[in-house]
T-cell receptor
Framework: QKEVEQNSGPLSVPEGAIASLNCTYS??????FFWYRQYSGKSPELIMS????GDKEDGRFTAQLNKASQYVSLLIRDSQPSDSATYLC????????????FGKGTKLSVKP | GAVVSQHPSRVICKSGTSVKIECRSL??????MFWYRQFPKQSLMLMAT?????????EQGVEKDKFLINHASLTLSTLTVTSAHPEDSSFYIC??????????FGPGTRLTVL
């Protein structure tokens, strides 16, 4: 059973701080990883994708991937109250038709 | 970025009726579309995967005769909830994928069955 694990939270950080969201996955052969943000009552929206070991930065967001440790994380710098949402980690199953396997999400709360 | 639309955004129906939800990729051709369901405070649950022109692949426990999926073109997939019952009330979300790995989600359809 392929699994993607996330701490459910809630993770609470003060405004301006760095929020660190973590995710582990069970399939060592996975190659594609995604972070989605989901506001309450809304559908997920893509924040970042990452495919190679190391860091990938996009504005205030940095995704980090370590395939040896089967670990992917998302850092949010200068957190804002508008970042308060549930963050979903998703890992694509191997193969061209691979579906995304989602974690249950980490709820982030940024306090003003 | 890629845009996926869903229609309707919200529907209320009586028990026993059928409801059709449309999912469209507006600015790209989607080789694969996915249908998810999400109950309040729970995670996304994949219902089925559909490729244009072929039958959908349903996840275990999802009744294919109750949730009819049609993927008639590279930009349109429909989900029909047949003979809906109150327990089918949920947030239904589609997503679409091009030839790349990335899935883009529609805004979702909130179904309430009375």
């Amino acid at each position: 059973q392929k699994e993607v694990e996330q701490n459910s939270g809630p993770l609470s950080v003060p405004e301006g701080a760095i929020a660190s969201l973590n995710c582990t996955y069970s399939d060592r052969g996975s190659q594609s990883f995604f972070w989605y943000r989901q506001y309450s009552g809304k559908s997920p929206e893509l924040i970042m994708s990452i495919y190679s070991n190391g860091d990938k930065e996009d504005g205030r967001f940095t995704a980090q991937l370590n395939k040896a440790s089967q670990y992917v994380s998302l850092l949010i710098r200068d957190s804002q109250p508008s970042d308060s949402a549930t963050y979903l980690c998703a890992v694509k199953e191997r193969g061209s038709q691979g579906n995304l396997i989602f974690g249950k999400g980490t709820k982030l709360s940024v306090k003003p | 970025g890629a845009v996926v639309s869903q229609h309707p955004s919200r529907v209320i129906c009586k028990s026993g009726t059928s409801v059709k939800i449309e999912c469209r990729s507006l600015d790209f051709q989607a080789t694969t579309m996915f249908w998810y369901r999400q109950f309040p405070k729970q995670s996304l649950m994949l219902m089925a995967t559909s490729n244009e022109g072929s039958k959908a692949t349903y996840e275990q426990g999802v009744e294919k005769d109750k949730f009819l999926i049609n993927h008639a073109s590279l930009t349109l997939s429909t989900l029909t909830v047949t003979s809906a019952h109150p327990e089918d009330s949920s947030f239904y979300i589609c997503s679409a994928r091009q030839s790349t790995d990335t899935q883009y989600f529609g805004p979702g359809t909130r179904l309430t069955v009375l």
